[in-house]
């Protein structure tokens, strides 16, 4: 029979270690699944190896990959455009599903129809999504573009061939399947006020603008939060619909760090350097992560 | 890293080894024809003009080196071996793909299942695939990662197959194919795949369009800027279309470009040879053309090149050659019958163009290579190319398919496309290609949006090729 601590009875802890065995098997499967994986990555950065050497030794690189990400002027480049997807992307669909959640909030009749509508978009596959808007933007058989020149608008709008707007277009595309998400989870955390609160409020001569901001938005300040850890995770990272949309073009201009990374990979073949890469939007992603994390666990400041 | 010199490919060689099956086709108009001419002159989408001329030669052409286009069974029977095939997803090629291989089961009593994906995945499949337990007996391996499988000894070399009798028709062996796409599929002094899906780059024209305005033909690549101006905006038309999508045609159009000007992107050696004039004329001329093209060419893939022309959105269209069987399609097309066919070039007397093409090769793991090469040889066969050829506009690399006068009524631009071949560099099949066609295609991108110069956007190609190709 194994020893006890002092001061803590058999009982408890052979219940503490049955509990520690339980845990193995899942903490097995995330070492395999995701951190074992990760971990190879991280190694495989360190080698200058190529996709089309598979079956060759691979050259111990050292930090060489790493030191090529600071002088990669196509990483600035990705870098700078994926920033921009993301922070306009992840504000306007905050607005905008703040301000539908709160629609929704508010509805008496209808709600449940209404909530299934709005999260059609997200339910689609980002693929078929992409698919969609690339026949709505067609400049020359797209749905926008019949509607302008039946206003007289003729030649087109080049949405996803122009440098200006091109990207543009890409974060409309995911403003429309996302902005769901940000409903559905700040409309959770709006159901979750007391609602006592709401009427003591309207009891002392509050409007509806007035409980929507001084009532509503704090008490839905972690879902806020929330709804950013993963949009700003999920943008970061996007590939699929810059992938059948421009492909980073025209010219580069809407060359996210996810579709590089791919293409540095899959395209190019240069795997050691796409590993480095994977490494700094692991390293980034957490770091951003940790940052809305913290600011979670202190969300008392904002009440 | 380079493939070895063997198989880089200058133009020298490879025109040479293009005379037996294609170059006394290009002769068709100084034999006979009236209405087409070695200079680049026209066939028109009626096709009327190109089995007269083309078959006026095609005999002396094949004489002695091949017999003609005969349909045979598959060699060998195979019962109960099943196949599975790697290709891309596409009809009408893997609707006849799948024709065919239930015809090759049916001779053979074996079976081939197709697993066909996208295109843009089907590398990244394959490789894994590959890499790893196996799982596939024949792939459809694309020029660019050609190289790359062979290197890595993922493909199963042929030669033995390819000369023993007992496994082919009689009177066929790798003689029977154009060597010089044969050798495409050759690495390190073996045999690993054999070829079809030949095609290029030609430029097509709205010949209802060019009577209308009073204009000839385009000779040369000067006319068809000088067309596209005069015919832009007419008849609800742009004045040309072409791919500005970075998905490998932007490439291929550039490097018809620099083939017409006698340059190529490397020489034999494997170092780059591309000279920066010539690539900058190039750009210039895409550049000029962009500014007669409808909006979102810079969006453009082939297929919305070839729908925007088949739909009347443009007097004239530079694209690959299957593609532009849509513009003949009358479920797609709006305009039948009313294009004439061209190849593109500088200078009147130097049609060129790049040789397209795909590689059907047996994997090294595969349990089922007799039965695997006894598909390939009959799938490549004349016989069979010419019923591709008909469904999708793909050229065969038999010598044979070339006498199929039955095609050749079908294609109204093969003339075009044979011209084009003349002068003709093969599509790169370097593993560090996909990178450097990247770099052409955002130079050639950016060249377009005004943001960088012709001759910068040249410089840059330049650059990419030289560091890509150490030197």
């Given amino acids: 029979m194994a020893a006890t601590r002092p001061g803590v009875r058999p009982g408890r802890a052979s219940q503490r270690r049955l509990a520690i065995l339980m845990v193995v098997p899942a903490l097995w499967f995330v070492g395999a699944l995701i951190l074992g994986p990760l971990g190879y990555s991280a190694v495989l950065s360190l080698y200058k190896w190529s996709l089309t050497d598979i079956n060759q030794a691979k050259p111990f690189a050292g930090l060489a990959n790493y030191r090529k990400l600071i002088d990669d002027p196509q990483l600035m480049h990705a870098l700078q455009n994926t920033v921009v997807y993301v922070v306009a992307s992840v504000t306007v669909e905050l607005v905008i599903g703040f301000l539908v959640a709160l629609a929704l909030f508010q509805m008496t009749k209808g709600r449940r129809l209404a909530n299934s509508l709005v999260l059609l978009p997200m339910i689609v596959a980002p693929v078929i999504t992409a698919l969609l808007w690339r026949y709505i933007f067609d400049p020359q058989f797209g749905l926008v573009s019949q509607v302008l020149s039946s206003l007289g608008h003729q030649g087109g709008i080049d949405f996803l061939g122009g440098a200006h707007l091109a990207l543009p277009s890409l974060i409309i595309v995911d403003i429309w399947q996302w902005t769901p998400f940000v409903v559905l989870v700040l409309h959770a955390g709006m159901l979750s006020i007391p609602e006592e609160r709401i009427e003591a409020a309207k009891v002392d001569g509050a409007g509806h603008i007035r409980v929507a901001w001084s009532i509503i938005r704090p008490g839905v300040i972690p879902q806020v939060l929330l709804v950013l850890l993963f949009r700003t995770m999920d943008t970061y990272r996007i590939f699929d619909t810059v992938f059948v949309l421009t492909r980073g073009g025209p010219g580069g201009a809407t060359e996210t760090i996810g579709l590089y990374t791919y293409q540095t990979g899959f395209s190019f073949f240069d795997m050691g350097y796409a590993m480095a890469l994977s490494m700094f939007i692991l390293i980034t992603v957490l770091i951003i992560s940790s940052g809305y994390i913290h600011l979670l666990r202190r969300r008392e400041v904002f009440r | ?471």
């Fill in chain 2, 1 to 471: 890293m380079p493939r070895p010199d063997n198989h880089l490919h200058g133009p020298a060689p490879f025109i040479a080894s293009l005379a037996v099956g294609t170059l006394l086709l290009v002769g068709c108009g100084s034999s006979s024809s009236s209405s087409a001419s070695p200079t680049g002159a026209a066939t028109t989408g009626s096709g009327a003009s190109v089995p007269t001329s083309a078959a006026a030669v095609l005999p002396s052409a094949a004489a002695g080196s091949s017999s003609p286009a005969a349909a045979t069974n598959p060699i060998g029977s195979f019962s109960g071996q099943k196949l599975v095939l790697s290709r891309w997803a596409g009809d009408p090629w893997t609707a006849g793909q799948k024709t065919a291989a239930a015809e090759w089961g049916k001779d053979t009593s074996g079976s081939i299942s197709i697993d066909a994906i996208p295109y843009e995945n089907l590398h990244d499949k394959q490789a894994l695939t590959l890499a790893g337990a196996g799982g596939y007996d024949i792939i459809y391996v694309h020029p660019s990662w050609f190289g790359e499988f062979a290197k890595a000894g993922y493909l199963a070399p042929i030669d033995s197959d390819l000369s023993d009798a007992s496994k082919n028709p009689p009177g066929f062996s790798a003689a029977s194919y154009l060597p010089s796409v044969l050798s495409q599929g050759a690495y390190n002094g073996k045999q690993y795949c054999l070829p079809d899906f030949v095609s290029t780059v030609v430029l097509a024209y709205r010949t209802d369009l060019f009577t209308a305005a009073g204009l000839q033909p385009p000779k040369t690549l000067d006319d068809v800027v000088a067309d596209a101006a005069k015919l832009n905006g007419k008849n609800g038309a742009s004045g040309i279309i072409l791919p500005g999508k970075a998905t490998g045609a932007v490439s291929d159009v550039m490097g018809s470009l620099i083939t017409a000007q006698g340059n190529w992107w490397y020489g034999p050696t494997g170092k780059t040879t591309l000279d920066v004039a010539a690539a900058t004329k190039a750009v210039t001329f895409y550049t000029s053309a962009a500014k007669y093209a409808p909006t979102g060419l810079l969006n453009d893939s082939v297929d919305e090149v070839s729908l925007a022309a088949a739909q009347g959105k443009a007097a004239m269209a530079i694209s690959t050659t299957p593609s532009l069987q849509a513009l003949e399609d009358p479920s797609k097309s709006s305009t039948v019958g009313k294009w004439g066919y061209v190849p593109l070039a500088f200078t009147a007397d130097k049609p060129a163009g790049e040789l397209i093409y795909w590689n059907w090769c047996i994997s090294a793991k595969s349990s089922h290579k007799d039965a695997a090469y006894s598909f390939l040889q009959w799938y490549t066969s004349g016989a069979q190319q010419a019923k591709v050829a008909i469904a999708a506009a793909t050229a065969g690399a038999t010598k044979d398919f070339y006498t199929n006068t039955t095609v050749l009524a079908k294609l109204p631009f093969l003339t075009a496309m044979n011209q084009a071949l003349t002068h003709a560099n093969p599509q790169p099949s370097l593993p560090t290609w996909p990178k450097i066609q990247n770099d052409i295609e955002t130079a050639v991108q950016n060249a377009i949006l005004g943001k960088i110069t012709p001759a910068a956007a040249a410089a840059k190609m330049k650059t990419s090729l030289s560091s890509n190709l150490g030197g």
